[in-house]
Every structure is written in C-alpha cells, then in structure tokens.
C-alpha cells in the first residue's frame, strides 16, 4: 500500500474531524460541545483537532459550510408576491422536524444561537445579513412591476424567517410553517415607502484617477451563483471588511446600468468571520439560485477575499474587518480608486459620471 503524502494525510485528518465534530454538536449542540470528546471520536489528540481549527467556533462554522447543499437552478421566476413566498419556502426547508433533537435540530437549521456573543462577531453577523437582505432584494426588485427598491421588504421577510428559525429551536412545534410562507408572500403587498439615500457627500473620499496595470488573480468562487469569477473584464470593485458590508448597496445602486460589480469581502479572520460570510452568503445563493432564474439574480459577484490575494493586486491597504476601498477596471488597467469611508459609492460614481460625460 502506497504511503499517503503529507497533504493527503492533512486531509484525511481534517475530514475525521470533521465527522467527529458534526457527530458531537449533533448530540450536544454547541455550547455543550467538547473539543476533547471530538479528538475521542476521531482518534486523534487535542493538539491534533486545534492544529486544524483553532477554536470550536470555527470548527462549528465548517460544519455548518459542509452542511449547504448545491441544489438544481430555477428556469424561471414567479412575480414578486410569489418569489418572496418561494424564497421562504426554500428556506424553511432546513428546519428540523418535529421528532429531532434540540441539538440535531440546531445544526439541521445552520443556528447560530449563542455562537456569536462577542461584539467582532455580533457586528459581523449584523453586517452579513445586511448583505444577505441586499442580495434578496436585488433579485426581489427584478420581479416588481416598476424599478422600485425592495431592500426593505427582503429585510422584513430574513426577519420572520430568522424568528422561525429561533422558535423552531427554542420552541419546537409552535406555528405553522405554511403561514410563515403565506406571511412573507402578502409582505409583497405592504408599502414600505423604500429609498436609497447615496452616502453624505461631505464625507464621501473623492475617487482618484488612476493609471496602474491591473495583473488580477486567479478566479475566486462567486459565493451567489456558486461558480468561479473572474476579474479579467471591466467593471468596480469594492473591497470592504466585515464591517462594513453595508457599503455594498453603494457600489450596486451608484454604478452605471450593466456594469459589473463584484463585493471582494476582506477578513483578518478567515477561520471565523471568513467562514461566517462562506456559510451565510453561500446558503443563501443556493436558495436564491432554486427561486430565480439567472437573469433575475442580483447583479454583483461575491467572492470571499480572505487571504487577501485581490487585494494585494489591487494595493488595497489595510485588509481587516473596517477595510473599505474600491478600485474601477477597464481594458486591464486600474482607472480610479478610493478608499476610505463612501470609497466604494465614489468609486461607481464616478464610473456612472464618465459615461454620461
């Protein structure tokens, strides 16, 4: 028998921790889960489990990224009252049933209950379903009868799903999931009197005309549609850390009409926040991807920038968790960039205002 290599044995090493992991929080849940009991079950030593995951968090954070499925893509889309419904439909699919365990219940429906209580954490998730709602409503808003904005009603339907989902932990067996799918449709009809105001202005840093090559790295999966993206074409990109991905809508709504986007999401912490951005964005582009067709979905890429290879191309400085900056590519050279808070809306603003000029 051929001896593994050392990368091989790396792997197989994860994946028995892994399997032990998902074994243990299933039995205890996470705030009763042993690290110990894991190395038990996978043969392996403490040293060993914390060599590959540095802390439970993140070792429950990749079991929850393995747990996201790939479903098939839908052909076409319904109108919006039914795509809001649709997209509930979907998502409450991953509740458990009635007969599961709290603690099989709990990772069957990715919780995050009491796995966040710092304030890093807290901001980050806050922020990431900021980015969640945007994401929904950009594909909510191709299915509205008029070019209306629908952030606010994406954020209403994540918050009664996200209360289901507690309840269905907290409280097994109350409500009807039917009428969570029925409420979320008649939201549709509420309205919500939703605008965009573009950021102060006096606080917007100015774009500055650039000239530098653009060497661009390779292809970094697209955490919405679930294949890889390229960054060889023209278009923005925004670069913003975990705190601030409520800058997105800015790059979105300030770039000129077909203009590509792409949301390069910055992290000195990958094992954690990274994978909290890879869990969240990539479940929710799985349910999206089974309610809209492809031309319905939202118009940015996300790509999870972690290591900072993007960056570093584009000599965004200071890569962490309050990183905001954007650059504007055409035919392979960096034309404009900014950073600083507003960066990204100066940055497509000032690509919108070149067109008209």
């Known amino acids: ?36 009991r894991i190395a038990e079950r996978a043969e392996l030593t403490r ?26 893509e839908a052909a076409s889309s319904p109108g919006l009252d039914e795509a809001a419904a649709d997209f509930a439909r979907v998502w409450l699919e991953r509740l458990p049933w009635s007969g599961d365990t709290p603690a099989g219940g709990s990772l069957q429906a990715r919780s995050l ?7 890093p954490g ?24 008029g070019p209306t904005r629908q952030v606010r009603l994406a954020e209403l339907v994540l918050t009664l799903l996200n209360g289901a989902g507690h ?9 009807d999931p039917f009428d969570v799918v029925r409420a979320c449709g008649h939201l549709a009809c509420l309205d919500l009197a939703d605008t965009w105001d573009p950021p102060h202005l006096p606080f917007v840093t100015d774009a500055q005309r650039a ?17 890889l993206s390229g960054f060889d074409g023209d278009g923005v990109i925004a670069f913003l850390g975990t705190g601030r991905l409520d800058a997105a809508e800015e790059a979105v709504r300030a770039a000129r009409p077909g203009e590509q986007v792409t949301v390069a999401v910055i992290t000195d912490d990958p ?86 000029g």
Not at 122 to 145: F, I
Not at 167 to 175: D, K, Q, R, S, Y
């Open 211 to 227: 000239q530098d090559p653009w060497h661009p790295p390779a292809e970094l999966p697209d955490l919405v549609t679930g294949r």
């Open 167 to 175: 309840l269905a932990g907290t409280a097994p067996g109350f409500g």
């Open 1 to 36: 028998m051929a001896r593994l290599t050392r990368a091989q044995q790396q792997e197989r090493t994860r994946a028995a921790v892994l399997a032990a992991a998902r074994d243990e929080f299933a039995e205890h849940g996470y705030a009763e889960a042993k690290v110990d």
């Open 122 to 145: 807290r901001t980050a998730l806050a922020q990431v379903t900021t980015l969640e709602a945007l994401l929904l409503a950009l594909c909510l808003e191709s299915r509205a009868p």
């Open 47 to 72: 040293g060993a489990v914390y060599s590959n995951f540095p802390s439970k968090r993140a070792l429950y954070l990749a079991v929850l990224v393995g747990s996201v499925e790939h479903a098939g």
């Open 271 to 356: 094992a954690e926040l990274g994978r909290l951005v890879r869990l969240r964005i990539g479940d929710l582009g799985g349910c999206l991807r089974r309610v809209f067709a492809p031309d319905d979905r939202p118009r940015p890429h996300v790509v999870l920038d972690d290591r900072a290879v993007l960056a570093t191309a584009a000599a965004v400085p200071a890569a962490g968790e309050a990183t905001e900056g954007a650059v504007r590519v055409e035919a392979g050279t960096i034309v404009a960039r900014a950073h600083g808070r507003g960066a990204a809306y100066a940055v497509a603003s000032a690509a919108r205002s070149d067109h008209a």
């Open 113 to 119: 209950d009491g796995v966040f209580g710092d304030e």
